[in-house]
């Protein structure tokens, strides 16, 4: 079946620095992706819809110049934290839909990053 | 705007029952889809079940079932038979069709106990 993949899995970075996380539809192409947020024990916060070829949209109180998305391809979008800091340490998790043949949001594996 | 709503934060079952989660949601939309996912410790998340709401039979993947009551915007996830691993958190989520963008529910704990 349909897989996402995610990359990293783990990452432990310094305040201050950026980090790039990767999403790739393995075996189908996802002109949409998507991109969650979710901190210990809550739900998953859509963070912002991956358009490719074009600008993300972002959802409400998410500032665009903090993670920026860049969705390059058919088959993988990008999540770059810039300047992070300890509040955004979180789980981060991507999604896209294989519109070929209606199935609802695979998701990648999550990405945990801590800002020290 | 749509909204989901799981008023059940944490459930705790023996293991073999039968447990039942809630949800209702929002919607002003006459098409859309209604998902339950797990995540277990792993954080992956795991499509359990889903159904389009222009169907009038409750959808049902083994031991898991739903029930689907599209004039009280309820939709309730009935798990048979409990198993061990069926402790997870598990989401009541919204698609509207034609829009890929899916609400989440903020969750139930489930506990399966031996």
């Known amino acids: 079946g349909a897989v996402v993949s995610q990359h990293p899995s783990r990452v432990i970075c310094k305040s201050g620095t950026s980090v790039k996380i990767e999403c790739r539809s393995l075996d189908f192409q996802a002109t949409t992706m998507f991109w969650y947020r979710q901190f210990p024990k809550q739900s998953l916060m859509l963070m912002a819809t991956s358009n490719e070829g074009s600008k993300a949209t972002y959802e409400q109180g998410v500032e665009k110049d903090k993670f920026l998305i860049n969705h390059a391809s058919l088959t993988l979008s990008t999540l770059t934290v810039t300047s992070a800091h300890p509040e955004d340490s979180s789980f981060y998790i991507c999604?896209?839909?294989?519109?070929?043949?209606?199935?609802?949001?695979?998701f990648g594996n999550g990405t945990r990053l801590t800002v020290t | 705007a749509q909204t989901v709503t799981q008023s059940q934060p944490e459930m705790s079952v023996q293991e073999a029952e039968t447990v039942t989660l809630s949800c209702t949601y929002d919607?002003?939309?006459?098409?859309?889809?209604l998902f339950w996912y797990k995540q277990p410790p792993s954080r992956q998340m795991i499509l359990v079940i889903r159904?389009?709401?222009?169907?009038?039979q409750n959808a049902t993947e083994n031991r898991f079932s739903v029930n689907f009551q599209k004039a009280a915007k309820s939709f309730s996830l009935k798990i048979s038979d409990s198993q061990l691993g069926d402790t997870a958190m598990y989401f009541c989520?919204?698609?509207?069709?034609?829009?890929?963008?899916?609400?989440f529910g903020k969750g139930t704990r489930l506990h399966i106990l031996p």
């Open positions: 989520a919204f698609m509207k069709q034609g829009d890929d963008k899916i609400i």
């Open positions: 159904q389009e709401a222009y169907k009038q």
């Open positions: 919607t002003s939309e006459n098409n859309y889809y």
């Open positions: 999604s896209a839909t294989d519109r070929g043949a209606f199935s609802p949001l695979h």
